[in-house]
């Protein structure tokens, strides 16, 4: 059992604390002295605005459809967190762990899962400085404070079609150091990371842990499949619990690393022991530990990914947030008081956030071609739009989807159709590729089938067809046109038109288009692209 807990100390994840506002730059005495007696007083808790607000961009996000089985361990109050267990399957990616196999088929640069590694950046120091000018050797204290962390983003772009040009790690800048006379360091570089629509981002394990968990198994059962080691190890993740009404577990906590509450210090001139000792610096280290706390609060409000992941299946107007930064640490000139009058300490920045994230890209096009190997798929592709497929006599010569892009001209709708390997017969019990590419057209409002006019039964074939990628009941959820390609051959034989006039027929009974083509020969091919528009748009 892996258990990712990082930290183990309790702490309060719902609320914060109220008054934290710290004065701004250049703060005098007095506001010092105020900003500390509001963390002296016994500040109301309250619930966390901020979380809300990331609730809601998450929740407009949420993937819906794709939840998996979790176990409810424990629920607050007991651990603070919802304690969930579910198989490592749920966190990490098969195919991925497969790309590592000898087995590897790649063709092209087609990409649809991605594990990457995310950092966010370290909140800068404060500074610990004092006003110098003619008269004064050592004037009052003026060290600005540490600049915050960047964070990383995630945000979902059109006219991107694969995720192979994301990087492996996306590490975000840290915040720079305050420096004398009361200047702020600068913020640390954000990271963007631009991702196509229908890209859905979830949290995963290390695939580094994965991999020697899954290698120390398979030494000790050989025979053990990777599908069955991923099953039947589990891990333990704490989930973020809304209220004691509200316990789905909807977000994944994650945890930084973070210095305890009161410490964080650095000292300049006389050590920490030195400070340590003084009633002045316990006195003030009481209210600033304050301040930490509200910052730790803040914090595991904001640390937080939808335990489903985050679905950006439409262009994101708004980038989404996924690891906040650190926030920079006080400049010495927050610590001077009517008792300290030579604060030689600053705080140094809050701590990074780092993560793995899947990026899996599920849905690929507006339509998708659905046939068995040898159809014509990729010719038709390769007809009707800039994608140039593999093409050839033998069957799977299409191992990854590829996807074109279909411009007609002024005012009238660009749509991309995916060609996806061809589907076999058993496919839905994992022969072949199985359903495995089925999924990148799981999404896409329409399917076109694709039927060779030269098999003795077409008909029977597409029903096959139908029954492998999900029965009827789920083919009737997509708009659906039925190609019927290879007319060239035995074309003027009354066998050939017969077989067609069948599909035809029981395509108008399930209120289907149909069309005859021979894309070969690009016969049809201009209605053909109509037809396939009509069934891209939500009407056919
Ligand atoms: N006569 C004829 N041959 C065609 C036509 N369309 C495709 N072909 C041939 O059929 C063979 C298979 O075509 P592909 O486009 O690779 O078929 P596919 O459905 O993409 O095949 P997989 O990649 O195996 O799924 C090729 O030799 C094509 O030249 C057509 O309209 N008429």
């Given amino acids: 059992m892996i258990n990712l807990r990082r930290i183990s100390k309790l702490r309060t994840p719902f609320i914060r604390l109220k008054s934290t506002s710290i004065p701004d730059n250049a703060p005098t005495l007095l506001e010092n002295e105020e900003w500390l007696g509001t963390l002296d007083d016994n500040a109301e808790l309250s619930h966390d605005a901020n979380v809300e607000t990331k609730n809601s961009i998450f929740d407009k996000h949420v993937t819906k459809n794709e939840r998996f089985p979790i176990k409810i361990i424990s629920t607050p109050p007991e651990t603070k967190y919802i304690k969930v267990q579910s198989p490592i399957a749920n966190f990490t990616s098969i195919n991925y762990l497969r790309q590592y196999s000898k087995h590897n088929h790649t063709q092209g640069n087609f990409v649809d899962v991605r594990i990457i590694q995310c950092r966010s950046g370290n909140g800068g120091t404060g500074c610990v400085s004092f006003l110098r000018d003619a008269n004064r050797r050592v004037g009052p204290p003026d060290g600005g404070d540490g600049g915050g962390g960047g964070s990383v983003y995630v945000q979902a772009v059109e006219g991107m079609n694969s995720l192979s040009k994301l990087k ?29 629509k229908g890209t859905v981002v979830r949290w995963c394990m290390d695939p580094k842990s994965v991999r020697t968990l899954v290698d120390s198994e398979m030494k000790s059962n050989i025979n053990k499949p990777l599908k069955d080691i991923l099953q039947d190890n589990k891990i333990d993740i704490d989930c973020y619990g809304r209220s004691k009404e509200d ?48 910052l730790d609060v803040e914090e595991v409000s904001n640390d937080k990914i939808p335990l489903y992941g985050i679905d950006l299946d439409e262009v994101t107007d708004k980038p989404v947030c996924l690891l906040e930064g650190g926030k920079g640490g006080l400049g010495n000139m927050h610590f001077l008081t009517s008792v300290i009058r030579n604060p030689r ?18 849905s690929i096009a507006d339509l998708g071609l659905v046939g068995f190997p040898n159809a014509g798929k990729s010719t038709i592709l390769n007809k009707i739009s800039n994608a140039t497929p593999r093409i050839g006599s033998w069957e799977f010569t299409t191992l990854r989807p590829t996807i074109g892009t279909i411009m007609r001209g002024p005012g009238e709708k660009t749509f991309t159709v995916a060609d996806i390997p061809g589907i076999i017969e058993g496919a839905h019990l994992d022969r072949g590729m199985g359903l495995e590419f089925l999924k990148h057209i799981e999404r896409s409002k329409g399917w076109v089938f694709v039927i060779g006019l030269n098999d003795p039964d077409p008909l029977g074939t597409l029903k096959i067809l139908i029954n492998e990628v999900g029965g009827l009941e789920k ?16 074309a003027n034989n009354p066998a050939s038109m017969e077989k067609y006039l069948k599909i035809q027929k029981f395509a108008e009974l399930q209120a289907w288009d149909s069309i005859p083509i021979s894309a070969l020969n690009e016969e049809n091919i201009d209605v053909l692209v109509d037809k396939m528009a009509r069934c891209a748009k939500n009407n056919t």
Avoid at 268 to 274: G, V
Avoid at 475 to 490: E, G, P, S, W, Y
């Fill in 475 to 490: 083919v009737r959820t997509k708009n659906i046109l039925v190609v019927c390609n290879k007319a060239d051959i035995d």
């Fill in 247 to 294: 316990q789905r577990p909807k977000y994944i906590q994650l945890f930084r690393e973070q210095y305890e509450t009161g410490e964080g210090w650095l000292f300049k001139d006389k050590t920490k022991d030195y400070h340590e000792i003084k009633d002045w610096f316990k006195k003030l280290n009481r209210n600033v530990a304050r301040y930490d706390r509200s």
């Fill in 345 to 362: 300490f600053a705080k140094i920045g809050r701590k990074s956030l780092e993560s793995y994230f899947m990026f899996e890209l599920k």
């Fill in 168 to 196: 492996t790690k996306y590490i975000a800048g840290d915040g720079q150091a305050g420096a004398s006379t009361q200047l702020d360091g600068s913020r640390g570089k954000n990271i963007l990371i631009t991702v196509p």
